[in-house]
T-cell receptor, first 113, second 114 residues
Framework: EPEVTQTPSHQVTQMGQEVILRCVPI?????FYWYRQILGQKVEFLVS????????KSEIFDDQFSVERPDGSNFTLKIRSTKLEDSAMYFC???????????FGQGTRLTVV | AQSVAQPEDQVNVAEGNPLTVKCTYS??????LFWYVQYPNRGLQFLLK??????LVKGSYGFEAEFNKSQTSFHLKKPSALVSDSALYFC????????????FGSGTKLNVKP
């Protein structure tokens, strides 16, 4: 069964460093998303991406964040200068249409120290 | 504003008994409703969805959910719980006014005891 894969599963970084979280969505999907879950809190929307551009972003997704689909298969989330409060589980997701269920990856646990 | 509420942080049920995990929603348009399950150290797995049609929808692993428009609810149910059903369950809604994102509930931890 096709699945969304994310790497790495766990990333530890120092405050102020740049991190790139990687995702390979399901191959025939057209809509891509990043969500995050701070420990003990809700799953929060970060950004949606379609046709090589951001279709919507939340207030969390400030200038420190960016997304890219560099080669037609990968979908990356970059955090330019990490803060302690960026520590969370980051989930990538994809869907074949805008109004269908999304399939989520297993997540990348980001720890900023 | 769009939102999803899961009023119970935890639900405990004995194996073999029926289970219900509650979810209510608030959206400005018509809701597209989803249930996801999260096992430890795993991602969110899709269980079932309601888009339109029959109010009772069936999903994976014997789960079903009932859409109730008047009560704005979408409770997850299973007639006979298994110990392996123990996990974190999330209700989510997509708003037909804005499909770009899911709104998730806070999650309900289901504990099924042998």
């Amino acid at each position: 069964e096709p699945e969304v894969t994310q790497t790495p599963s766990h990333q530890v970084t120092q405050m102020g460093q740049e991190v790139i979280l990687r995702c390979v969505p399901i191959s025939n999907h057209l809509y891509f998303y990043w969500y995050r879950q701070i420990l003990g809190q809700k799953v929060e929307f970060l950004v949606s991406f379609y046709n090589n551009e951001i279709s919507e972003k939340s207030e969390i997704f400030d200038d420190q964040f960016s997304v890219e689909r560099p080669d037609g298969s990968n979908f990356t989330l970059k955090i330019r200068s990490t803060k302690l409060e960026d520590s969370a589980m980051y989930f990538c997701a994809s869907s074949v249409k805008i109004n269908t269920e999304a399939f989520f990856g297993q997540g990348t646990r980001l720890t900023v120290v | 504003a769009q939102s999803v509420a899961q009023p119970e942080d935890q639900v405990n049920v004995a194996e073999g008994n029926p289970l219900t995990v509650k979810c209510t929603y608030s959206v400005s348009g018509n809701p597209y409703l989803f249930w996801y399950v999260q096992y430890p150290n795993r991602g969110l797995q899709f269980l079932l969805k309601y888009i339109t049609g029959d109010n009772l929808v069936k999903g994976s692993y014997g789960f079903e959910a009932e859409f109730n428009k008047s009560q704005t609810s979408f409770h997850l149910k299973k007639p006979s719980a298994l110990v392996s059903d123990s996990a974190l369950y999330f209700c989510a809604v997509r708003d037909t006014g804005n499909f770009n994102k899911f709104y998730f509930g806070s999650g309900t931890k289901l504990n099924v005891k042998p």
